[in-house]
């Protein structure tokens, strides 16, 4: 994870309004905290699509969760399970990518390329016929999850196998649900696009990325699912991360600059060299550039010793007004990661720039 | 007498007890609220009243999981007006509670008592999980 990685993923998912992915494990904490991330983040024109696109995320993260070949892993790697859920302009797209044993594809190809093909009553059809049939698999369904997505969205299901191995594939699987209400016209996102951000994430190690809206209300719910999902790792390791989330998280709804009255940015956490890296993006009005790069420059620039100093006296005086002066959070952040706060700004016009941050612990 | 502050502990803010009648002073649960000033103000008016006229002993105990440093701010203010009690002849305790592990919570404490010039102590309780 670096800062400029940060900004190439944020240039990815530039149109989308709200995206998650993540890697990992796939308990029934993390989709509770998902779909949850979700219901409260559609925007109001989207509302009424809100319990299907639920639906559709719970039955795609249960299908990585049931089906995929894979071994116990104890860190995710590149052909670990990916999931993803991201709006762009109309459409929501869920997108699974988990190993599949070779032998199995052309069955799963075949029940796909069926439900890709059928009309609405052929669907109907088949999903009673699916339903009474007796020989239902032991993993709970005959492809009645597919014909469920395809009855749910009234669209195709794309989806790719890439070899990986003469024994194994990765399988990519799109879902889209397009709001019949506010058509945008816009064609769809291939599901190339999602492949692309998944190799991304894999090579760059992170275990989850999310990019929309940061302000207060949105924050909260992304530091539950975080806290949810570090329930494994030692407490001391976890009240670490989740204390500088909240910081950094806050850090963006407070100081970003608002675009569109919304304080996009993105945040990532990633795993690499027995570390946790936490990456933050997010726009900044350009007058306010130099006075943070002089406070992280200060707060980088000094000894832990001189930095805890810093911090009990501000503890006692509160803030001062110097301008370049660093707060308690930045101050408590440098003396925290292991080295120093990474950072970069990139100019994206004359009125804001793209400002980037990874720290480690 | 002034009225009890009770605030019911929420996602985001902690549970704040601060009762003469009953002796109690306790601070529980998270604070990572966006804006700590105004959600302390309250609290800090009250204590501020408090300190006037204070029990023989005052024990305050702060038993946070988390709090963001503009928390930590305020926590101080409190702490700070804590420290005008021995000026009236009487006593004063601060109780700092951390779970078994948390490394962090005792760090925070150890840090807080560092700065303060109170009687101060830093406790740990078991983990829940046992």
């Not at chain 1, 992915?21 to 109001?44: A, I, W």
């Not at chain 1, 698999?137 to 989806?159: C, D, H, Q, S």
């Not at chain 1, 620039?301 to 001062?320: C, F, H, P």
């Not at chain 2, 204070?54 to 701010?73: G, Q």
């Amino acid at each position: 994870m670096t800062t400029n990685t940060i900004y190439q993923f944020y240039r990815l998912l530039e149109k989308d309004t709200i995206s998650f992915s993540y890697r990992g494990s796939f308990s029934n904490n993390v989709l509770t905290m998902v779909t949850q991330l979700f219901k409260d983040n559609v925007e109001e024109k989207h509302e009424r699509l809100r319990n299907k696109l639920s639906f559709l995320m719970i039955e795609s993260f249960q299908n990585i969760a049931r089906y995929a070949d894979t071994g116990e892993k104890t860190m995710p790697d590149e052909t670990s399970e990916f999931f993803m859920t991201r709006n762009v302009g109309d459409t929501f797209y869920v997108i699974s990518a988990n190993l599949i044993d070779n032998d199995k594809i052309p069955t799963v190809k075949e029940k796909l390329d069926r439900v890709n093909t059928l009309d609405k009553s052929e669907l109907n059809k088949l999903y009673r016929e699916v339903l009474t049939n007796k020989q239902i698999n032991e993993k709970g369904g005959a492809g009645l999850g597919f014909i469920e997505m395809v009855r749910k969205t009234k669209g195709k299901l794309p989806y790719d196998f890439v070899k990986i191995s003469p024994e194994q594939s990765m399988f990519f699987m799109q879902i889209e649900l397009r709001n019949p209400k506010t058509d945008d016209g816009l064609p769809p996102v291939s599901l190339d696009d999602a492949k692309q951000i998944q190799a991304l994430v894999a090579q760059e190690n992170i275990l989850m990325m999310h990019k929309g809206d940061f302000s207060e209300e949105a924050v909260g719910p992304m530091l539950r699912m975080v806290e949810e999902n570090m329930q494994n790792i030692s407490l001391k390791v976890h009240k670490k991360i989740f204390h500088f989330l909240v910081e950094i998280l806050q850090n963006i709804s407070k100081h970003s600059y608002p675009i569109n009255n919304k304080h996009e940015g993105i945040f990532q956490i990633g795993y690499e060299n027995d570390k946790f890296h936490i990456g933050t993006g997010n726009f900044i009005a350009a007058n306010e550039v130099e006075n943070l790069k002089e406070q992280l420059d200060s707060v980088n620039s000094k000894t832990v010793e001189e930095l805890n100093e810093m911090y009990r006296k501000y503890l006692r005086e509160g803030k001062t007004t110097k301008s370049g002066s660093a707060g308690l959070g930045l101050i408590d952040l440098a003396r925290e990661t292991d080295d120093k706060i990474n950072y970069e700004f990139i100019k994206v016009n004359d009125t804001y720039s793209f400002f980037s941050l990874t720290v480690k612990f | 007498m002034a009225e009890p502050i009770n605030l019911e502990r929420t996602k985001n803010s902690p549970e704040i007890i601060l009762d003469k009648e009953n002796a109690i002073f306790k601070i529980s649960g998270r604070s990572i609220v966006e804006d700590p000033k105004e959600f302390y103000t309250p609290v800090y008016n009250w204590l501020e009243e408090y300190v006037k006229a204070p029990l023989d002993r005052t024990n305050f105990i702060i038993d946070l999981e988390y709090f963001n440093s503009s928390s930590a701010r305020q926590i101080m203010e409190l702490i700070m007006l804590l420290e005008k009690i021995p000026e009236t002849g009487n006593k004063v305790k601060v109780s700092w509670l951390y779970e078994e592990g948390d490394e962090m919570s005792r760090e925070r404490g150890d840090e807080i008592k560092m700065v303060s010039k109170l009687d101060f102590e830093i406790k740990e309780y078991p983990s829940e999980d046992y």
